[in-house]
Nanobody, 124 residues
C-alpha cells in the first residue's frame, strides 16, 4: 500500500511562493500518475495539477495556470508543486494522490491513495 506525506505548506503573503512536496513510501511514484488537489472550507475538493506518467503530460486548473508547476524527483520518490504568485483564493488544504488506473486527471473519485494534506494560507 502506498503512503503519501505532503509537506511544505504554511502562511505566505499574497504574491509569495511555496513549494509543496509529496513523498511516497510503499510504492514508486515514477510508475504512477499523480494529482494535486485542494479543498477550502465549505468547498468541494478541486483538482489543481496532474502529471500523467504514461505520456509525461501535465495538466493545470485554469485558476493556477502560469503560476503553479508540477514536477517529480524519482530518485527521492517525491512529487513537487511549485506555487508562485499566490493569491488569497489559493488558501486551502492541499493533497497529493496516486492515480493508478490513469488518467482521472481532476476526478478525485478515481484516485487510489491520498496523503493527509498540508495547509496553505495566503494572507497579509
Amino acid at each position: 500500500q502506498v503512503q503519501l506525506v505532503e509537506s511544505g505548506g504554511g502562511l505566505v503573503q499574497p504574491g509569495g511562493s511555496l513549494r509543496l512536496s509529496c513523498t511516497a513510501s510503499g510504492g514508486t511514484l515514477a510508475y504512477y500518475s499523480i494529482g494535486w488537489f485542494r479543498q477550502a472550507p465549505g468547498k468541494e475538493r478541486e483538482g489543481v495539477s496532474y502529471f500523467h506518467s504514461e505520456d509525461g503530460k501535465t495538466h493545470y486548473a485554469d485558476s493556477v495556470k502560469g503560476r503553479f508547476t508540477i514536477s517529480r524527483d524519482n530518485a527521492k520518490n517525491t512529487v513537487f508543486l511549485q506555487m508562485n504568485n499566490l493569491k488569497p483564493e489559493d488558501t486551502a488544504v492541499y493533497y497529493c494522490a496516486v492515480d493508478i488506473a490513469a488518467p482521472h486527471i481532476f476526478e478525485p473519485l478515481g484516485y487510489d491513495y491520498w496523503g493527509q494534506g498540508t495547509q496553505v494560507t495566503v494572507s497579509s
